[in-house]
């Protein structure tokens, strides 16, 4: 009926609707057009009976304003969901194009946006629900893999002023997959790591480290999920990391210059600066930077050729760096995971 409706750019208002019966008269009854249907349920036959019907619509187009009022989010939702669920990064824009082609209406920016969140969660699970069902998920893969590692920090839960005590709250979450740990031992000892946010309803941070293997295939070896990216947070996961992942020795540690990144560095412990570890910086974020501090653009290709100290210079980084002078690694695998950010914390967690 709905279908019916927008297709034909007329309306409807529902006078009755019950589990077992639903009566409706066009927006313009005794008003130009005498449409209305009722139906009944027919409980011993499961389905529904067409009792009175006075069609066609006579009423005009012209009574129906640009967007319509039975184009809701759920209606949309269901429109739009083999495009989520092939892009989960789709943007509210192309919603709002898709609509218009579909159904010949302009919907709001805001109906399409609560249509993507209404089709999200139609595919990959409510959000709340998708946080409630992340340790049982975890739980499960670990009984599957007892190798994998997960480790999670959770904080007490309040309502109000007062200690929740049967609840806790999710803090952070890190994890690696067994086949990871194990192949890092053959691969270059080079690791980058990056940040990337999440869009989605609840936000925070995806941290990932990446390594590469002799045949230069990328290869993710890490996963965090976090508040945002704060010393403590990456204290945490370059901790994990450390402990769990990368165990070898003289491994080159290439990120962005992030403040918090060289702050959980230094206080690792001695388990991220030389010998164990040499910290380098990505030659192109060091080139934004001095760009955006000075606006000298035609200097932008001397900063990237003159550089002599050994954080970002090939010719100083005591071969550590494999050649790498970016974060290209670990800003590909963000790439791959860009519609992954938009989704449940659960449907993330699998997607990696």
């Known amino acids: 009926m709905k279908d019916y409706t927008i297709r034909r750019g007329v309306d409807y208002r529902v006078y009755e609707s019950e589990p077992l019966t639903f009566y409706a008269k066009c927006t313009q009854y005794r008003s130009g057009c005498d449409w209305l249907i009722r139906v009944s349920m027919i409980s011993r036959k499961y389905c529904w009976v067409i009792r009175r019907y006075n069609g066609i619509h006579t009423c ?65 699970g409510g959000w709340k629900a998708s946080y409630e069902a992340l340790p049982i998920w975890f739980e499960a893969m670990c009984h599957k893999e007892p190798s994998a590692v997960v ?30 740990i194990r192949a890092f031992i053959h ?76 702050a959980a560095v230094t206080r690792s412990n001695g388990a991220w600066p030389p010998p164990k570890a040499f910290h380098m910086f990505c030659i192109r974020h060091i080139e934004s930077n001095f760009l955006r501090k000075f606006k000298a653009p035609y200097l932008q290709k001397f900063v990237v050729n003159i550089g002599n100290i050994e954080q970002y210079a090939l010719a100083f980084d005591g071969g550590y760096r494999w050649s790498h002078m970016t974060t290209n690694l670990v800003e590909c695998i963000n790439s791959v995971l860009k519609g992954a950010c938009n989704l449940p914390i659960t449907a993330l967690v699998k997607a990696t």
């Open 151 to 180: 480790h999670f920090e959770t904080m007490p839960a309040y309502q109000g002023d007062d200690l929740v005590t049967d609840i806790r709250v999710l803090h952070r979450v890190f994890w690696s997959y067994y086949s990871c």
């Open 60 to 124: 005009t187009r012209a009574t129906i304003s640009q967007d319509h009022s039975k184009l809701d989010s759920n209606t949309i939702a269901e429109a739009i969901k083999p495009l989520v669920e092939a892009d989960s990064s789709l943007k509210v824009k192309s919603v709002i194009t898709e609509v218009q082609s579909k159904f010949n209406y302009t919907i709001s920016y805001r109906k399409a946006w609560l249509a993507k969140q209404n089709s999200v969660e139609k595919i990959f």
């Open 187 to 262: 691969y270059k000892p080079v690791v980058q790591v990056d940040g990337t946010h999440l869009y989605g309803k609840y936000k925070g941070c995806l941290l990932v480290a990446v390594s590469q293997d002799g045949n230069n295939n990328i290869v993710p070896i890490a996963f965090a999920i976090v508040e945002e990216e704060t010393s403590d947070a990456w204290h945490f996961f370059l901790s994990n990391l450390q402990q769990h992942v990368v165990t070898r020795d003289s491994v080159g540690l290439i990120s962005h210059r992030h403040e918090s990144i060289n």
